[in-house]
């Protein structure tokens, strides 16, 4: 099991941006897709953008498409989410995990956008 431990999180004014980064010191993330989730107060966890094992491919949920970009470096072990224009409803506790293989969920990062 994949042990993922995610940082950035902060609190930022509507229009802010922040990194976000998810990292294991295990074992390689490489041959892994891995995706970025959050949880909103009082919501369920949903997912919000994933990538391919070797970034060729990822996806995003329609309400971040244009202001987050994931990207990954498999040579640092390391996944990022550059996340811009954030906005109220982006406040959230924000996971990483392997989208069709999750693993135990880390403790996450908050988002907290307010003015």
């Known amino acids: 099991q994949l042990q993922l431990v995610e940082s950035g999180g902060n609190k930022v004014q509507p229009g802010g941006s922040l990194t976000l980064s998810c990292r294991t010191s295990q074992y390689t993330l490489e041959y892994y897709a891995i995706g970025w989730f959050r949880q909103a107060p009082g919501k369920e966890r949903e997912g919000v953008s994933w990538i391919s094992h070797d970034g060729s491919t990822t996806d995003y949920i329609d309400s971040v498409k244009g202001r987050f970009t994931i990207s990954r470096d498999n040579a640092k072990n390391t996944m990022y989410l550059q996340m811009n224009d954030l906005k109220t409803e982006d406040t959230a506790v924000y996971y990483c995990?392997?989208?069709?293989?999750?693993?135990?969920w880390g403790e996450g990062t908050l988002v907290t956008v307010s003015s």
């Open positions: 995990n392997v989208p069709n293989n999750l693993q135990p």
